[in-house]
């Protein structure tokens, strides 16, 4: 409370820029100064103190500085010299596009269309809250590199993500702050000159309006619905007042504006995109909306579904079935029955576009999964996990072979490799090395940096991460009425002035699966691991728990009473308010990045790519990217224990892995130091980490898949699907229908009895009968797979697949007769399977369906 007399009036005076500096305001209003570190620059330098104060919000800053300020920049010399070439950069990377070798191209007047609850691209535009915003992030900035017609839609939270405070005893505060959105990189769309743009969505009996805001990141557009509007109820302006806040409720009209008005916001702009891509099933409601269009055309269900699925893409970033948004079927009449109504569609019609076999609720994964045809994970192993827990809705497919396929992801280079690194790379490698990642042997100028400018960069960075740590955890420490004594025994190995501890950072969400306190199981042996006065270790954590998630709450306050352990203080720092600076900061400049995961539930992770860009070490669980990106030479590995054993068993497997690699390996190799005062072997590892990970986990080659992979293919369907009055979209839900019906009276059965024993080169004669009354020859494809019988051989030999022919008759009993005369290319103790499924040529993925019988 302000204790000083008299009320209070507001009153705001902005500065006015001088003629020499006015393009600040659209460097201010386009969010490349994000990855940028010359424009960052120059409004750091304008006033250090308040860049700070203002969480580097440069559109902040410029309502804020002083005049006189902004004054003597128009008339310094450097200043202007910075701002010039500044500008030049911005106008040369707006300007003409170069065409890049590898990169696949859109056709002319293409459109890339991407949704998602969340983007982080910076922490002055606070709407993120973890992995998949930065992601959607760095997402948009590649398009934006890449100069792909990208276009993304998000919503506007006033008040973000929760702001982080952790007290003396560890639990953790969640303060909810009210964005200014005049400080933001953003601007209101308008329909009209001086007319905002106004969208409206349904939420059941009642409208909601929805206002509109741009944010140019490069080279595109990112549009933001804002509910915060004057015909609104007071409840539903707080729709979208915070991100992941609020109920069931809350949640369902959330997604309702992200999907549906995201929708109408491109309609009512008059953009009209070739391709869809919702990143998770945040944005799914966005295939029904788009379905409601072509069905107000005169299209039915069916039909409008396949036009709609045909250049749709969806990403699935969730590791565990909990994790995907459902809504009981109450709710959904709640919210869609004015949708039904105007359709004229039963409710059961659209409650089956969301179900389940195992649950009667709407599943926001299982509409999004139906509403596309190109479905991906995150990492390899994500692609697995994700095809089994979604398997159900191809319930006669084997998981391993439905639809989900996988895009690992990856990192904007430059947003998080630090400017210190890329220096050295531009010297040692050349320039334009960035542009040239995919190139086999672009980064081995890094092994030529010398060792001694390759430790004083890394150096560098470690101190200019403790000193932001200090400064966070000496106003954490002082909000909890901390002595200042006792922060220097705190502090003492976070010493920017002396960096050489051997420093290991954790930095995540506080999810329960993370497992944040493994590093906890057994405080005898860290004690040991940790207590050499001459290897000192120091540990670092930062990261949020979701307000509603005790357990990962219960995380933080264990950490800090390890923390307070008198033979622990000082050696682990838990620093609160995790954000992008403090992220930035971390996996530039700890030198062991640690991660470890319950197995197989973490989809991707980003963080340990970042770090590994940087030179920083992984030591990390064999999930998510890790288990492609490990080399055996470039970090550490810690096998996952077997799935089947308990929790306790596999925590105490897995830390002793950990453990055991601390001991042996970390720590040792670290401290092994020459006359110089570092490790060479040290050095050549984190180089090696550089050197592997940098050209395969960018952004560039993700999104580089993407457009190859999924968007290009996406747009030629949606050609194809929506061309003579949608006639493709039409004849291909009349087939499935047709085959849906048919399929439970479709029988098969061997008709000849092979040899089970053959000479090498000799010929296997198969005849299958397949009756159908219902479906013709042409509807049904009938295959042979071929493996060796021993599992053992399995893994080494791949199995062979044989397609049947049409002998093009029909036996007595109505039988078609499909005939395979096999020569099998492997030897020794074999077995086959017979199969048959429908098949179309339009059908994106053979087992679209997910209908299959087996002899």
Known sequence: MDARPGTPFPLEINPKLPNELARLAELADNLWFSWNRSARGLFARLDPELWDALEHSPKALLKEVDQRRLEEAAHDPVFLHDYYRTLAAYDAYHGKVRNRAGIPKLREGELIAYFCAEFGFHESLPIYSGGLGILAGDHCKTASDMAIPFVAVGLLYRQGYFHQSIDEEGTQHAH????????????????APGQPLEVKVEFGEHDVYCKVWKAKVGRIDLYLLDTDHEKNRPEDRATAHRLYGGDRNTRIQQEIVLGMGGFRTLEALGIKPTAWHMNEGHAAFLVLERMRALMKQGLDLDTALEAVAANT????????????????????????HRYCAELGLPRESLMSLGRTPKSSDFNMTALAARGSRFMNGVSRIHGDVSALIMGELWPEVPEQENPISYVTNGVHVGSFLAPELADAFERFIGSGWNSNLATPGTLDGIAKIPDHLFWSIRQHLKSRMFELVRERVRNQHFGNQGSEAHLDRILRFADPANPNVLTIGFARR????KRATLLFENLDWLREIIGDQHRPVLFLFAGKAHPADEPGKEFIRQITKMAAMPEFEGRFLLVEGYDLRLARRLVSGVDVWLNNPIFPLEASGTSGMKAGFNGVINLSVLDGWWGEGYTGDNGWAIKPASETLSDE??????????YELLQDKVIPLYYDRDDLGYSPEWIAMAKRSIMTLLPQYNSERMVGEYLERFYAPAAERGRKFSGGNYAVARDLSQWKKRVRAAWPRTQMR???????RVDFGQVLRVTIGVKSDDLSPDDIVVELLLAPALRELAAVRKRQAYAFKYSGTRNENGEYLFDLHLSPELCGKLEYRVRAYPYHRELSHRFEMGLMKWL
């Open 649 to 658: 068993r596999r925590n105490g497997e897995e830390s002793r892995s950990l």
């Open 313 to 336: 893409v969806f990403t699935t970033h969730t590791a565990v079935a909990a994790g995907h948004d459902h809504f009981q079927t109450e709710k959904m009449d709640r919210y869609f």
């Open 176 to 191: 909810y702050y009210d964005s200014d959105f005049a400080h933001l990189p953003i601007t209101p769309v308008e329909s």
């Open 510 to 513: 506080f999810a329960t699966y």
């Open 750 to 756: 061997s008709l000849s009895s092979p040899a089970t």
